[in-house]
């Protein structure tokens, strides 16, 4: 049944603490093997890869996110519709399909802080954030953001207060997460397209303070 398979073809609800992947180690593969081909051959130029890598990560897929978070800002009905139903919220800004079909948005507020993970693997809203980063498929990442999220958050730069309670969602093919960051201080007369700007990719994941 497909609902119940993630974009690798396990079962996710059961078998969480697996490292394995073999579909997607497969992909990576080849993905490596005609990266160093075309290099060897001059088709491409390495630096030029990794800005391609970057923008993806950094640019094309958070801007989608960054509106949505936007928008919660400046539109109280929206921002409950959004909390209440990520996915249809979502998906009426246009911003839908693989690896975001299911989507709960968790708040940021004084005293709560949410973090996002998939420990499996690497699930991650897609739809909204675009790729994830190298870090966040990392092994190190998945394992201790839960155990000791604290002190994950501190190298990332964000020092919460000892009071501030730590959520941890951890995501799965059926349902990713995005957090709703805190609007910044001081922004109260920006418009939504200047709010936007202000949203960065791992402020919506929760390694990030704005
Ligand atoms: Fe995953």
Redo the contacts with the bound molecule.
Sequence with gaps: MAAEE?HHGHH?SDDHGHDHDPIEEGAALRVRALEELMIAKGLVDPAALDSVVEYYERQTGPRNGAAVVARAWTDPAFKKWLLEDGTAAIHSMGFKGYQGEHMRVVENIDGIHNVIV?T????YPWAVLGLPPAWYKGSAYRSRVVREPRAVLREFGVDLPAKTRVQVWD???ELRYMVLPQRPNGTEKLSATDLARLVTRDGMIGTALL
């Design positions: 993630d996710h998939c499996l693997c690497s699930c995501s799965t093919a």
